[in-house]
């Protein structure tokens, strides 16, 4: 799955979860979290394995669920010494949700090739085409087909959820070092 695709699926997934408490709103910090959290595996997975050569593939070390599961015992642990579990839940959140976004479709007709990753290193994964970064596996790679689109759709519905939850998270872009203020 592309970016676009994981956020998109982190956000709908987790406003869903959010507005099924109705004591919580989606709240700023944590959808950024959330952001990050989605694409966390493939930022440290694919330049590790396709820039620097490091990792055997582009889903190996950070797409395991026994990486996941120390990264995210880390975050909580970190996120309950400075009280700020919600991000760390959300960041969480995106993180799994990334995984199983990346889960194949073909899954759905038992073909279970391509999920071997969240058991690397004690499965290995599938050989894959020689790719020099995000870019050129976006130039040379990206066909647009029925799972594109699908990705593309989950991201034009997702947005306009965000919009409708009144685009939490905008607020900390505005405050990033260097941006005007109305003050
Ligand atoms: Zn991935």
Redesign the pocket.
């Known amino acids: 799955?592309w970016p676009w695709g994981h956020v998109a699926v982190a956000y709908l997934l987790y406003t869903a979860s959010v507005s099924r408490r109705s004591d919580l709103s989606v709240a700023p910090l944590a959808v950024l979290a959330l952001a990050v959290g989605s694409q966390a595996?493939?930022l440290v997975?694919k330049p590790f394995a396709w820039t620097f050569d490091v990792l055997p593939g582009g889903?190996t070390l950070a797409?395991s669920i026994f990486f996941a599961a120390l990264v995210l015992a880390t975050a909580y642990a970190v996120a309950r010494r400075v009280d700020r579990v919600e991000p760390a839940a959300a960041f969480g959140f995106g993180y799994v949700s990334?995984l199983v976004a990346?889960v194949p479709p073909s899954v759905l007709t038992g073909d279970l090739s391509g999920t071997e990753y969240f058991l690397w290193p004690l499965l290995e994964v599938p050989p894959e085409e020689p790719v020099a970064g995000i870019l050129d596996a976006f130039l040379n790679y990206y066909a647009i087909g029925t799972y594109e689109w699908v990705q593309l759709g989950l991201f034009a519905v997702a947005a306009v959820v965000w919009y409708r939850d009144g685009t939490p998270g905008l607020e900390w872009i505005d405050r990033l070092p260097g941006r005007p203020t109305d003050r």
């Open positions: 799955m595996p493939d997975d889903r797409h990334h990346d």
